[in-house]
């Protein structure tokens, strides 16, 4: 589990006929008569307040919560990647060695993180719809749509100072304001090494039982002083006990549930296997690059591990829709929803709006290397700054200006080689999805082979530097119009099409935004309004038992311990990604080994999850979500507690880990205070 | 360089316009005038007998030579890589730490090889063409054109008894009978360890400077005894010097340096680009088989090497087709050759085909594992069993009955495990070719999810034994009616859709054939009859000179050193595949560190041509060829000797290293004898 990578996020969805433990709960429609029927928990305006106000969003695709009163971020270590990576280098590696601060000048500021904690939730579904006039054709209602969403963000965002987001919920069925206090000074204070976090490796993603310690702890920070919180988690290291209610507070980051039985099709024979091609491409592409030597290997690391995660997931939600009875049933429910809406016409534009993304897929107007993109924004904001900015393309708008200049400016390091491979593939990957006689091809390659191309680019342009970035972003378009920098050029070559494309996505998305929410009215009018809309990677509440289950004959137990961890070493012969880092052999003695290390719940989570709280009753803090084993990977499309589990770290495995390994008394006191 | 796993082989075409040391010769019509002309050599017909009949090709792809009067056979490490896993299980691990024979008795018997030495060929152009009338439709012709090539093939294995195959030369110009001596009962005699055959691994493959011992060492026998072997390769430890003119005697795979922009259009834009996402996704499926132990890695390591390899060099072959150049200059040299023939028809025959073969791209009517393959052969053989030898598919013929059996019974270990995670991709990748909702992927599943099918069939099916085999292959049509085996019957459901889309290829091929061999008499009217035809699996000769290149302003030697292997080892920390055996190390003292190892040289080779022996003027052997620098990859398409070069060991280096590592000096002193 973890960011989506590569994932080419959806328009939002939404879900209903909640079974079991089903259901990923907006903060502001609660699942209170379920939760008393089946759990006998009172839901309390209090509790809910407290648990939302302590969760934190990791924009960067991730989730988190506060466990100090001065400032302390828990988070997965895997979440925390990114950054650990782009703070290490040849002689510090932090994101394999771990990392503790003992004292606050040691604690290193990440180039570019922004998290956001959840202050305020309004529905603004009237105001939106009336932007958009019956009849209007698809392409002029997406563009009003969008200048209502963001004059609301941009007014909120004048009134309040905080980051504003407009959620489009239930496919379009509903929209609400998201108000963020943004935190974009933070600071890594420790980190255990990738050995314990990521124990077992490939092998065991996805898998239970596990001992991971993915765990990591930042601290953000305001005014440069460590930020005061008033909401923040206790721990209670004696939770978590087997068959006790959890609660799963996290930004789940994307889910499906909604589709129809052709967007399902479109789905299972198109966007699936061209995404899997992807992501395999990418991961030989990068599996050859760290055959360079053990420098390429770490440069390479957090980019393929993102990518063999995703692809590993990509299989198993696959292998789901190809089970045929799935999508069967799909159909079938149709027929009971078509009655209710009183025509099925919102079924048929979405089986024609499938067609045409078929269409589509032979063409494409990016490259998806990281330089590249820097180059492609700096292009098209230049053009977008000349509108208004509810005009503009999304990104652009003022509201979202503060998280597109972190990104755009990051000091994160780029590396050269590493950079010239991937262009190169992508520019080699553009000549295959659109011919190698297309006139656009022929002029991106401009008579070179794609190596070769690649080589020249990088070797004319500045964007490696993070002032030049500033300096042409400061130029706007008369910047751009002069700029002799050869990415710069290739971006303005490829705008024309990038743009006629986002044009022919967002009328489609559109219609199916309207669509969707017809067929959310019919749900609603036929199964009663006790539903809960797709992921959106908002702030969502997941509830479930902390439970084992069953496999192939097995009793799988709820929960793995420290000493298991050691055993699961040998059981591996200490070889490959099962060798525990020395630390921990040296604490071996010192440890509690019956310590609960990770354990199951059957909450109801998805990527974006990650580093979500595992939050008992009484709202205190027994663990930190990281994963999902296989059985849970169709929860894009559904949710099943027959096996499928979320997999967490126990919050004692956390603080004796913290006690005995790492000698971070001082970190582990300040933990709950 | 390697046998052409996965690679889907094309009807063979031609090539003309030879430049530098371009050419893979037929052996009847060799570039005399050329090579007396740069190279002063004359060529007699002794001198090509004698190298004729010391060339071997091993049938499951790679090539050889006769190294003794008592049946020794040098080839590749790589291509023996097969046997030797089949050889292998989990107590002896032939394929990685090596072998010897020191006795007769020692020798071990390979499961399913067959070795081809050729003995005569005879063109039968006009025999096989006055089949064709004038005006039959494609499907006829074709039929009627194998009809009589079966024939011609019957007739002169019952004249000669031997391996009769009439070759498709120049696209279908040109038509020769090619007869063999078989040699069935191969044994091992000397294998080195994995970690100095392919030292360097993935990452120097297709690389020079390289320091492979890439060679092994079979013996022929015949009724239970060595063969005898009168036409056999001394060896010339001192030869291969700089600039010395060299031959290479072996049977490249396929090229295609015939085809018109259309389809070189096709091969870039369609075909290629699904290989290497099929390449990928395999090479992804076995790296993760492969974690699940030391015994998973070994079971899934000769295929996923294979895939690797290929991976490598279609990545290299489609960055050639997407230089802009290459295909320009094929559309204007057309201009010419259709004044020549006086019509354009040819080409655009070609070019409705490739429209064809895109169309045939979302059919399917078969799977990619070892176990249905089997099912597939006995369920088609049974019926194609009922026709007369001629009318039959090409396989099933009488005359390729021995070669058939030789696979289909082969006791040669098959993985449960393996086949299963095989057998389930091959499912799901059936799924996504057709669509999950085609009716036949329906059938193919039968409402299972790709990997419970997949488990079921394997479950319910007696063709891991090989007994089961020979008593459903003994039980002829009603055998296979009756049969409840689960693959039988999923190759009985497949068995229609099979056929239709064969005949369709077949229909598309014939068209292809008769297209270019119009385009071949425009080239041999427009350019004289010194052409040679390309590649087809069958023996050629190739020449050139032992010379090193430039590479970024470096001068790269002709040649490395057995020394160079230790610094090679040490530059690359002695870590992952850069580790030489310990046998080397035990004997580094006793070496003669300046002793030639691997040299390249200006020989056009491809894929297939793994194992030839390399032979200096005399026809002694100098080397043994093993791969192709990165800068060949292009071969499929054009020769290109400015840094292309084919890579050789050095025979020096395997006497020296039988001598002094192998303690091999028993069979060191048959070499030759």
Same mark, same amino acid.
């Given at each position: 589990?973890?960011?989506?990578?590569?994932?080419?996020?959806?328009?939002?969805?939404?879900?209903?006929?909640?079974?079991?433990?089903?259901?990923?709960?907006?903060?502001?429609?609660?699942?209170?008569?379920?939760?008393?029927?089946?759990?006998?928990?009172?839901?309390?305006?209090?509790?809910?307040?407290?648990?939302?106000?302590?969760?934190?969003?990791?924009?960067?695709?991730?989730?988190?919560?506060?466990?100090?009163?001065?400032?302390?971020?828990?988070?997965?270590?895997?979440?925390?990647?990114?950054?650990?990576?782009?703070?290490?280098?040849?002689?510090?590696?932090?994101?394999?060695?771990? =990392?503790?601060?003992?004292?606050?000048?040691?604690?290193?500021?990440?180039?570019?993180?922004?998290?956001?904690?959840?202050?305020?939730?309004?529905?603004?579904?009237?105001?939106?719809?009336?932007?958009?006039?019956?009849?209007?054709?698809?392409?002029?209602?997406?563009?009003?749509?969008?200048?209502?969403?963001?004059?609301?963000?941009?007014?909120?965002?004048?009134?309040?100072?905080?980051?504003?987001?407009?959620?489009?919920?239930?496919?379009?069925?509903?929209?609400?304001?998201?108000?963020?206090?943004? =935190?974009?000074?933070?600071?890594?204070?420790?980190?255990?090494?990738?050995?314990?976090?990521?124990?077992?490796?490939?092998?065991?993603?996805?898998? =239970?039982?596990?001992?991971?310690?993915?765990?990591?702890?930042?601290?953000?920070?305001?005014?440069?002083?460590?930020?005061?919180?008033?909401?923040?988690?206790?721990?209670?290291?004696?939770?978590?006990?087997?068959?006790?209610?959890?609660?799963?507070?996290?930004?789940?980051?994307?889910?499906?549930?909604?589709?129809?039985?052709?967007?399902?099709?479109?789905?299972?024979?198109?966007?699936?296997?061209?995404?899997?091609?992807?992501?395999?491409?990418?991961?030989?592409?990068?599996?050859?690059?760290?055959?360079?030597?053990?420098?390429?290997?770490?440069?390479?690391?957090?980019?393929?591990?993102?990518?063999?995660?995703?692809?590993?997931?990509?299989?198993?939600?696959?292998?789901?829709?190809?089970?045929?009875?799935?999508?069967?049933?799909?159909?079938?429910?149709?027929?009971?929803?078509?009655?209710? #809406?009183?025509?099925?016409?919102?079924?048929?534009? &979405?089986?024609?709006?499938?067609?045409?993304?078929?269409?589509?897929?032979?063409?494409?107007?990016?490259?998806?290397?990281?330089?590249?993109?820097?180059?492609?924004?700096?292009?098209?904001?230049?053009?977008?700054?000349?509108?208004?900015?509810?005009?503009?393309?999304?990104?652009?708008?003022?509201?979202?200006?503060?998280?597109?200049?972190?990104?755009?400016?990051?000091?994160?390091?780029?590396?050269?080689?590493?950079?010239?491979?991937?262009? #190169?593939?992508?520019?080699?990957?553009?000549?295959?999805?659109?011919?190698?006689?297309?006139?656009?091809?022929?002029?991106?390659?401009?008579?070179?082979?794609?190596?070769?191309?690649?080589?020249?680019?990088?070797?004319?342009?500045?964007?490696?530097?993070?002032?030049?970035?500033?300096?042409?972003?400061?130029?706007?378009?008369?910047? &751009?119009?002069?700029?002799?920098?050869?990415?710069?050029?290739?971006?303005?070559?490829?705008?024309?099409?990038?743009?006629?494309?986002?044009?022919?996505?967002?009328?489609?998305?559109?219609?199916?935004?309207?669509?969707?929410?017809?067929?959310?009215?019919?749900?609603?009018?036929?199964?009663?309004?006790?539903?809960?809309?797709?992921?959106?990677?908002?702030?969502?509440?997941?509830?479930?038992?902390?439970?084992?289950?069953?496999?192939?004959?097995?009793?799988?137990?709820?929960?793995?311990?420290?000493?298991?961890?050691?055993?699961?070493?040998?059981?591996?012969?200490?070889?490959?990604?099962? &060798?525990?880092?020395?630390?921990?052999?040296?604490?071996?003695?010192?440890?509690?080994?019956?310590?609960?290390?990770?354990?199951?719940?059957?909450?109801?989570? &998805?990527?974006?999850?990650?580093?979500?709280?595992?939050?008992?009753?009484?709202?205190?803090?027994?663990?930190?979500?990281?994963?999902?084993?296989?059985?849970?990977?169709?929860?894009?499309?559904?949710?099943?507690?027959?096996?499928?589990?979320?997999?967490?770290?126990?919050?004692?495995?956390?603080?004796?880990?913290?006690?005995?390994?790492?000698?971070?008394?001082?970190?582990?006191?300040?933990?709950?205070?």
């Amino acid at each position: 589990m973890r960011k989506l990578s590569l994932s080419l996020l959806l328009p939002a969805l939404f879900c209903i006929n909640a079974h079991g433990d089903e259901g990923m709960w907006l903060f502001n429609a609660l699942p209170t008569a379920q939760l008393k029927q089946k759990y006998d928990f009172d839901v309390t305006q209090e509790w809910t307040n407290h648990v939302r106000l302590a969760s934190v969003r990791f924009n960067s695709g991730g989730s988190a919560s506060f466990i100090s009163s001065n400032g302390l971020v828990l988070t997965n270590h895997h979440v925390a990647a990114d950054t650990l990576y782009k703070l290490s280098t040849p002689q510090r590696n932090i994101a394999d060695e771990g =990392y503790y601060a003992t004292s606050p000048e040691q604690e290193l500021k990440a180039p570019d993180l922004e998290l956001n904690q959840l202050v305020a939730i309004r529905d603004v579904t009237e105001e939106v719809n009336a932007s958009v006039q019956e009849g209007m054709p698809a392409g002029e209602a997406s563009k009003a749509r969008q200048a209502a969403m963001a004059r609301i963000e941009q007014q909120s965002k004048d009134e309040s100072g905080l980051r504003s987001d407009v959620v489009t919920l239930y496919g379009g069925g509903r929209y609400h304001l998201y108000q963020y206090k943004q =935190y974009t000074d933070v600071r890594l204070v420790w980190a255990p090494e990738a050995k314990t976090a990521f124990f077992g490796g490939d092998a065991d993603n996805f898998e =239970y039982p596990r001992f991971c310690l993915d765990v990591t702890i930042f601290r953000v920070y305001e005014n440069n002083q460590p930020a005061k919180i008033e909401h923040f988690l206790e721990a209670n290291p004696n939770g978590a006990q087997a068959e006790e209610l959890v609660f799963v507070s996290g930004n789940p980051g994307r889910t499906q549930r909604i589709l129809t039985a052709e967007a399902l099709e479109y789905q299972r024979d198109h966007r699936m296997p061209r995404v899997l091609d992807l992501l395999r491409r990418k991961e030989i592409l990068l599996q050859q690059y760290a055959l360079g030597g053990p420098e390429q290997a770490r440069r390479g690391h957090d980019e393929l591990f993102g990518i063999q995660n995703s692809r590993k997931a990509y299989t198993g939600m696959l292998e789901g829709l190809q089970t045929p009875g799935f999508i069967n049933r799909k159909q079938e429910s149709a027929a009971a929803l078509q009655a209710a #809406a009183g025509s099925d016409s919102a079924w048929k534009t &979405i089986a024609a709006v499938q067609q045409k993304r078929i269409e589509l897929q032979s063409r494409t107007g990016s490259l998806r290397s990281q330089l590249y993109g820097i180059a492609e924004d700096l292009v098209l904001m230049a053009a977008e700054d000349q509108l208004s900015s509810g005009e503009r393309l999304r990104e652009f708008r003022d509201s979202n200006r503060q998280s597109l200049e972190q990104a755009l400016f990051s000091p994160a390091p780029l590396y050269d080689d590493l950079e010239r491979v991937q262009l #190169a593939d992508e520019l080699a990957r553009f000549a295959e999805t659109r011919g190698g006689s297309d006139s656009l091809v022929q002029q991106v390659l401009a008579g070179k082979s794609p190596r070769q191309r690649a080589s020249e680019l990088l070797a004319d342009t500045q964007l490696f530097d993070v002032a030049a970035r500033k300096k042409l972003a400061a130029a706007g378009t008369s910047g &751009i119009a002069n700029s002799q920098d050869a990415l710069i050029q290739l971006a303005k070559i490829l705008e024309p099409e990038y743009r006629a494309l986002r044009t022919l996505t967002e009328e489609l998305d559109e219609q199916e935004r309207q669509a969707y929410a017809t067929i959310t009215e019919a749900k609603f009018s036929a199964e009663g309004e006790s539903v809960y809309p797709d992921a959106t990677f908002t702030l969502r509440l997941a509830y479930g038992a902390v439970k084992g289950y069953q496999e192939d004959g097995q009793d799988i137990p709820a929960n793995t311990t420290l000493g298991g961890a050691f055993e699961h070493e040998t059981a591996h012969g200490k070889t490959d990604d099962w &060798i525990l880092p020395e630390s921990w052999h040296a604490a071996r003695e010192q440890l509690d080994a019956s310590t609960p290390f990770n354990f199951v719940c059957t909450a109801d989570i &998805i990527g974006g999850n990650s580093g979500s709280p595992v939050i008992d009753r009484e709202g205190k803090l027994v663990g930190v979500i990281f994963d999902g084993n296989i059985q849970s990977l169709t929860a894009d499309f559904y949710h099943s507690e027959t096996q499928g589990r979320a997999v967490a770290v126990h919050i004692a495995a956390v603080l004796e880990a913290l006690d005995k390994v790492y000698d971070a008394q001082a970190l582990r006191q300040q933990i709950g205070h």
